[in-house]
Nanobody, 122 residues
Framework: QVQLVESGGALVQVGGSLRLSCVFSGDAFGTYAMGWFRQAPEKEREFVAHISASADRIYSTASVKGRFTISRDNAKNTMYLQMNSLKPEDTAVYYC???????????????WGQGTQVTVSS
């Protein structure tokens, strides 16, 4: 059974940086596409970024382009989200997600982590 464990969330000031990690276990990491999502209080969960199994396809939502970078290390079974120039509106619980790489779409994921809290203070 695939398991995902996020870490790296914290309280940070506006303009600061954080790097989130997502450790994958339970199957062959290199055959899964991965994604980051976030959910702010009283808001619906939203897509943040996606990376294919071999990292040849990367997508991110417009609000984080130029500030957030998704990456993965298949040798370490780990995905990352480098977040720079953080804004108060980035405050949310961040979730990592996984799906087999052959699946299409950016919102159809099979496995989810428990989330890690990111709070950006002004």
């Amino acid at each position: 059974q695939v398991q995902l464990v996020e870490s790296g969330g914290a309280l940070v000031q506006v303009g600061g940086s954080l790097r989130l990690s997502c450790v994958f276990s339970g199957d062959a990491f290199g055959t899964y596409a991965m994604g980051w999502f976030r959910q702010a209080p009283e808001k619906e969960r939203e897509f943040v970024a996606h990376i294919s199994a071999s990292a040849d396809r990367i997508y991110s939502t417009a609000s984080v382009k130029g500030r957030f970078t998704i990456s993965r290390d298949n040798a370490k079974n780990t995905m990352y989200l480098q977040m720079n120039s953080l804004k108060p509106e980035d405050t949310a619980v961040y979730y990592c997600a996984a799906r087999p790489n052959w699946k299409l779409g950016l919102n159809d994921y099979d496995y989810w982590g428990q989330g890690t809290q990111v709070t950006v203070s002004s």
